[in-house]
């Protein structure tokens, strides 16, 4: 069998030195702030794997470090500690963390996208639809001006954007800015689609369209997905397994079914049984 | 004799709700049990008694707290379904399984017949969309229905979607929860018909019946299912080809 697209190993982020008691490997405690040094571990020792293909999620309330953990995947950040490693770079899996500045724009380009749940941290408004998906296809070092549009114009015709491409992004609707992030972020074929909520704040009916136009590109080109999502029905239509993230942690795993069906941890049967 | 193509050895389950002080709710007992290749088996028993719950770790939707559960596969291996990692169970019980729940959850604004060929494996356009409107006639679901987004089909269209939805691929082991539950008998009849020609081609079951009908022309054998643990065996001899 085919190994995983990304493996992530004991990832760690923490806003603070830390202490002998936070660091030890066995601390546990009530919140993600150490009691003796104040430390905050905003994500604590997260493991997991993504095989091919699979659609992965990370459920977890606001404040859990679902989006803390997205911006390491993407390298926005760097982790204190733990690696990531990722398939489709070199042979076998290699820490993507020891990459030069280089190496790192490579992999943002061509083999990671990203939807953030705020369209501004990746679209600029000032910018129409297609500019905003061309920009990243100039980021990858293509030069030809009418070939982009063209490639631009199949992708946001793909998303339902059809006529809008010259149309400036501030003056889309949320449900469309998504669908020009999710546009830009597959612009360039990457193997990993890393979603962050994308359709939090959506009513019920684009929320619908938004996440069927995902499901289709997921079985047309069937890139691996991290859904980082609180819906417990989004979940299930989209992904086989998942993590449940509390203050850092990853308290519960397993198939989106058992864990909605059989929740063991205490928080996981809180979250399933506050759903609507 | 062949192994069992599936086989429960000692299951327990108990439900720890830590919402209400960590009350315990036992739900299963010491169940063992072999489904040989090609039987049908059908459970019995009162409502509460512990019958989906045994379906549900059979399939690891729910994970037994002590047991085992062991499924020969195409190729003769022995899996040891409970012992397995998520992912490779996954693959395992999405290709050779078919759990058919009492609840359908699908795609919003997808039709009926768009859903089914989702679930087509390895087979051109043309051929699946002849497969799955097969099907959908063979459950007495009407071709008006077929482009139609199921939330709004009613109890007993949306059992037998979900039915369909499974057989559209090619489980080798169906497990039925109540498939011919809020059924009119003609209804009833087709479903069993249709599980029938399953299992003349060799598919095996285990399914929850309340209809006694359906258990006499389909089940090899019935287990009574009663407190979480099986009470009682009987072969079922009016079963007949």
Request: hydrophobic share 45%.
């Amino acid at each position: 069998m085919a190994g995983p697209v990304i493996r992530a190993e004991r990832l760690s982020l923490r806003h603070g030195k830390g202490c002998a008691l936070c660091h030890a490997p066995d601390f546990v405690a009530e919140t993600n702030i150490c009691p003796q040094c104040g430390t905050v571990w905003a994500l604590r020792d997260v493991s997991f794997d993504v095989m091919p293909g699979e659609v992965f999620g990370i459920v977890g309330e606001s404040g859990a470090g679902k989006s803390t953990l997205i911006d390491i995947l993407d390298f926005a950040r760097d982790p204190s500690d733990g690696a990531i490693l990722y398939a489709p770079w070199k042979e076998g899996l290699v820490p993507v963390h020891d990459a030069t500045a280089q190496e790192r724009r490579y992999l943002r380009s061509f083999e990671i996208g990203v939807v953030h749940q705020n369209p501004r941290r990746n679209l600029m408004m000032g910018v129409s639809a297609g500019g905003n998906v061309v920009e990243r296809m100039l980021a990858a070092g293509n030069r030809h001006i009418g070939e982009m549009r063209g490639v631009a114009g199949d992708m946001l015709d793909h998303m339902e954007l059809a006529g809008r491409m010259d149309l400036k992004t501030g003056t889309l609707s949320m449900g469309m800015r998504q669908r020009v992030q999710i546009a830009r972020a597959l612009v360039n074929s990457p193997k990993v689609l890393l979603l962050d909520e994308p359709t939090t704040g959506l009513d019920l009916s684009v929320q619908a369209r938004t996440l069927d136009l995902i499901r289709q590109v997921h079985r047309r080109l069937g890139l691996a997905i991290i859904l980082v999502t609180h819906d417990w029905s989004v979940l299930r239509l989209m992904a086989r397994r998942a993590i449940v993230l509390k203050a850092g942690r990853v308290v519960e795993r397993g198939t989106v079914a058992q864990l909605m069906e059989d929740p063991q941890a205490p928080y996981t049967q809180l979250l399933v049984s506050s759903a609507l | 004799m062949t192994d069992p193509i599936l086989s429960a050895q000692g299951l327990n389950k108990t439900f720890v709700m830590h919402l209400l002080g960590g009350r315990k709710i036992p739900a299963l007992r010491d169940v063992s049990f072999d489904l040989a290749e090609g039987e049908f088996i059908a459970l019995v028993g009162r409502t509460g008694a512990g019958k989906s719950t045994l379906l549900k770790c059979l399939v690891q939707i729910y994970r037994p707290d002590s047991g085992r559960v062991q499924y020969r596969d195409r190729n003769g291996a022995q899996q040891s379904l409970t012992e397995m990692g998520d992912h490779a169970l996954l693959d395992l019980t999405e290709r050779d399984f078919g759990y058919v729940s009492q609840a359908l959850s699908v795609a919003p604004r997808v039709g009926a017949l768009d859903l089914m060929l989702e679930r087509a494996v390895g087979l051109e356009p043309e051929a699946a969309r002849a497969r799955a409107r097969g099907i959908f006639a063979d459950l007495a679901l009407s071709p008006a229905l077929e482009d139609v987004y199921p939330v709004t089909f009613s109890g007993g269209e949306k059992q037998r979607l979900n039915l369909a939805l499974t057989l559209m691929g090619a489980p080798r082991v169906l497990f039925l929860d109540e498939p011919t539950a809020a059924l009119d008998p003609d209804t009833r009849t087709r479903i069993v018909d249709v599980l029938l020609a399953r299992k003349r081609a060799g598919i095996s079951g285990i399914g929850i019946f309340h209809d006694m009908e359906a258990v006499a022309q389909l089940a090899d054998r019935v287990l009574e299912v009663d407190k979480g643990g099986i009470v009682a065996e009987r072969a079922n001899h009016a079963c007949t080809f």
